[in-house]
């Protein structure tokens, strides 16, 4: 049996690892690990307790050039947050884009034969000079240096709900390898609803938000809904409708709908005096506009009581001048007159979605995971660790000895071992063809 040596890079807690080892058996090869690199220590227990290492070392940027081992293949997950929605957005920037670089440094000093790297989708229009360009300046910087150091590269954003994973996961993989392209396009498509890696039968929840979720809607009806009082939508549930905080008269639901469309048009913000915002505090006058009610105020303040409006100044645009640049923020503008504005925040509530069994979950990040909820038997519950590795493709032998939270963190920064898999699939056959004339029986994959 043919070895293939590889290193894997910001390994998480190994789905790039695994995809690679699982399509490389497959291929009749046996894979060999030659060195692993993470800094997290939730990231490392894990990586311990489910793979063997002969070299684990930590933050890869004091590992020298000499201190690596001779390799087939770089498999690197490199951080995400400098080019996802969910961070700064900086890239290169910030100190983590660089880390590029030690890819960079390592490919050009130990050649090997190719490489699989991972990375949000965000990364492929991040500091885009001209909206008609398909790609943005830093993904060219990195498809650039990689041609320059000699590798074939393509690309391609992929899903992980066509590979069998019931997520809407987008990641963009940059495959290389010495001698040709790997075709990263027409991939079989095999889609699974969420109730396919579900459990059942488990313990829900009876806590007074799902009380009152169950008191207002049936079990079906809540199926992919997102409770948020900053959406609007059929598929969103605000507090309001559910009367988390306090009862709720049909007058002011039907005031605090028309508030919550009313405050993202653009006409308020130029009679206030202020550059538009989604969501700008609106008078009493105005409101009036749309509401009159001779008890329209009584009811407003009364909302904003229980917690369902804030009394407060229109917001201005402000500056603010950084290492990075500058940071544009919105402040109170206290010389304008007051008004009433929607309470809002992404995690105000212990339930962010609950998810359809019938569908797809939406991409899974580190923030939302312990809000998420599955319907089990007549009631909600939170998704177990097991279903998270399940939605990621891990197999069931795979543990997370760590606790619930930190599982949950890790799990939303993981990859998709399905779609690793059948790259790393198309990357063994470029492989095999340059390397064997003969190709080894097959084993069994993971």
Known sequence: MQEVRFIDLFAGIGGLRLGFEEAFRRKGMKPN????????????????????????????????????????????????????????????????????????????EKKPYGFILENVEGLVKHDLENKKNSIGKTLSVILERLSAIGYQVSWKVLNAADFGLPQARKRVFIVGTLEQEVNLLDFEKNHKPLKSILEKGLPTMNTKFTKLLLKHFSLKDLYGKSIKDKRGGDDNIHSWD???????????????????????????????GIKWMDGMS???????????????????????????????????????????????????????????????????????????????????????????????????RRMTLREGLRLFGY????????????????????????????????????????????????????
Not at 34 to 54: C, G, R, W, Y
Not at 252 to 268: C, G, P
């Open 33 to 108: 690990c030659v060195m692993t690199s993470e800094i997290k220590p939730f990231a490392s227990k894990v990586l311990h307790q489910n793979f063997s290492h002969d070299y684990f070392v930590g933050d890869i940027t004091k590992v020298k050039n000499s201190e690596i081992p001779d390799f087939d293949f770089l498999l690197g997950g490199f951080p995400c947050q400098p080019f996802s929605s969910g961070g700064k957005r900086h890239g290169f920037v910030d100190t983590r884009g660089t880390l590029f670089f030690e890819i960079e440094r390592i490919l050009a």
């Open 242 to 272: 559910i009367e988390l905080k306090g009862r709720v008269s049909k007058e002011q639901s039907i005031v605090l709908s028309k508030l919550f469309k009313e405050r993202r048009r653009k006409h308020w913000a130029e009679e206030i």
């Open 282 to 380: 609106l008078t009493l006058k105005q409101i009036k506009t749309f509401h009159n009610s001779p008890k329209l105020k009584e009811m407003l303040d009364d909302l904003v009581e229980k917690g369902y409006l804030k009394f407060e100044h229109p917001k201005s645009l402000m500056q603010e001048h950084t290492i990075f640049g500058t940071k544009n923020y919105r402040a109170e503008n206290r010389s304008l007159k007051p008004g009433y504005n929607i309470v809002t925040g992404k995690l105000s509530f212990e339930i962010n979605k609950i998810l359809d069994p019938n569908g797809v979950a939406p991409t899974l990040v580190a923030t939302d995971m312990a809000r998420l909820v599955v319907p089990d038997g007549k009631g909600l």
């Open 395 to 446: 197999p069931e032998w795979f543990e997370m000895p760590v606790s619930v939270d930190e599982g949950f963190d890790l799990l939303g920064n993981t990859v998709a071992v399905n779609v690793v898999s059948a790259i790393s699939n198309r990357v063994a056959e470029v492989f095999q063809q340059a390397h064997f004339t003969t190709k080894s029986e097959p084993v069994l994959s993971l």
